[in-house]
T-cell receptor, first 115, second 113 residues
Framework: AQTVTQSQPEMSVQEAETVTLSCTYD???????LFWYKQPPSRQMILVIRQEAYKQQNATENRFSVNFQKAAKSFSLKISDSQLGDTAMYFCAFMGVDSNYQLIWGAGTKLIIKP | DTEVTQTPKHLVMGMTNKKSLKCEQHMGHRAMYWYKQKAKKPPELMFVYSYEKLSINESVPSRFSPECPNSSLLNLHLHALQPEDSALYLC????????????FGSGTRLTVV
């Protein structure tokens, strides 16, 4: 069965710094999808970035980028020039055939951006 | 419209009450989901509707009853809940090919007293 591991329960950085959140996963599939979701105190789960496993190029969305290492089954999220509004829970998630295309979630990382 | 709208935002109910949560989207998505989320935990999948038919029920107790009246609406009927059912209930939707990711609503914070 697929599993997703986020080993950092909580992180805090100063505003404008760069921060990297780690995520590892376990699967026997070759084609799958990986996601980072952000959940601020407002509660809404927001899709930050999506990566298709068969694409070598790392996905980027403005200040957010991923380091996708397929062989190592690693999918870390880098936030550049962090802002106060980035304070949130961040969840890494996996989706593949064996999960019936349902999201398998990591435990989450609480990120605090300090002024 | 690129939103999933959930009502109410907050709900307090007694263990003998009957209430309903409502979820609406107008993005033409054909899959809709109910999740339960406890504090500081990831969401737990409850139900999946695909093309208005229940496709996944993750062994949820019968005191939770989903309903999909049409492709834009998803309800969750609640009856005889327990205090441990207190949680954030999230609705989500996706295109029929869900590997593009889900769009989530802001959730209903449910407290059972």
């Amino acid at each position: 069965a697929q599993t997703v591991t986020q080993s950092q329960p909580e992180m805090s950085v100063q505003e404008a710094e760069t921060v990297t959140l780690s995520c590892t996963y376990d699967t026997s599939e070759s084609n799958y999808y990986l996601f980072w979701y952000k959940q601020p105190p407002s509660r809404q789960m927001i899709l930050v970035i999506r990566q298709e496993a068969y694409k070598q190029q790392n996905a980027t969305e403005n200040r957010f980028s991923v380091n996708f290492q397929k062989a190592a089954k690693s999918f870390s999220l880098k936030i550049s020039d962090s802002q106060l509004g980035d304070t949130a829970m961040y969840f890494c998630a996996f989706m593949g055939v064996d999960s019936n295309y349902q999201l398998i979630w990591g435990a989450g990382t609480k990120l605090i951006i300090k002024p | 419209d690129t939103e999933v709208t959930q009502t109410p935002k907050h709900l307090v109910m007694g263990m003998t009450n009957k209430k309903s949560l409502k979820c609406e989207q107008h993005m033409g998505h054909r899959a809709m989901y109910w999740y339960k989320q406890k504090a500081k935990k990831p969401p737990e999948l409850m139900f999946v509707y695909s093309y208005e038919k229940l496709s996944i029920n993750e062994s949820v107790p019968s005191r939770f009853s989903p309903e999909c009246p049409n492709s834009s609406l998803l309800n969750l009927h609640l009856h005889a809940l327990q205090p441990e059912d207190s949680a954030l209930y999230l609705c989500a939707s996706s295109m029929d090919s869900s590997n593009y990711g889900y769009t989530f609503g802001s959730g209903t914070r449910l407290t059972v007293v």
